[in-house]
């Protein structure tokens, strides 16, 4: 685990290296993150990322709602998740979703795919599998713009969390 004095010292390309996937599959966000060094603070570091999404064009949002995997889904299923979306699913028991779930996870996934065009996120951690279920029923009745702030929220919550377990302050 690398300390944020460490991480302040680090060349660019190394910051990106240690934290390009934390912001999942999308390095371009610690890259922009980099420029803001050093940080006195875990928060301080992760407000700085925050704000490189925020002043990101819609497109490169929407590239990084995209590169999130749908929960329980065809990645969880092949074993492709990344480690950190491994443990966070596991540890809300998606991987062990009984048959009946995972009709309903897979149905959820694909009409909310549909209507949002782009995968269902939630901060996994913060919720136990009922809430999981209840939220993506939820969240689904919304309009495309409502889910695309919801989901980058719990994005930035995702993040902090990613943040807190891998650096020490």
Not at 16 to 35: I, M, T, Y
Not at 87 to 111: F, P, V, W
Request: glycine share 6%.
């Amino acid at each position: 685990m690398p300390s944020l004095k460490t991480l302040g010292q680090m060349a660019p390309e190394a910051f990106v290296a240690q934290l390009g996937g934390v912001f999942e599959h999308s390095p371009w966000v610690a890259e922009r993150a980099a420029k803001g060094r050093p940080f006195d603070s875990i928060a301080a570091l992760h407000a700085r990322m925050v704000l490189a999404v925020r002043n990101a064009s819609r497109d490169e949002q929407l590239k990084l709602l995209r590169a999130h995997p749908e929960l329980a889904g065809k990645e969880a299923q092949t074993g492709t998740l990344t480690d950190d979306s491994t443990r966070e699913q596991r540890g809300a028991g998606l991987t062990n979703l009984d048959a009946a779930e995972k009709a309903q996870i897979s149905r959820l996934n694909a009409d909310y795919r549909t209507k949002h065009g782009f995968p269902f996120i939630i901060a996994v951690r913060n919720y136990t599998r009922a809430q999981i279920f209840s939220e993506f029923a939820r969240r689904l009745a919304n309009d495309p713009e409502t889910e695309m702030s919801a989901c980058l929220e719990q994005v930035f919550t995702i993040t902090r969390l990613r943040l807190e377990a891998m650096i020490t302050d």
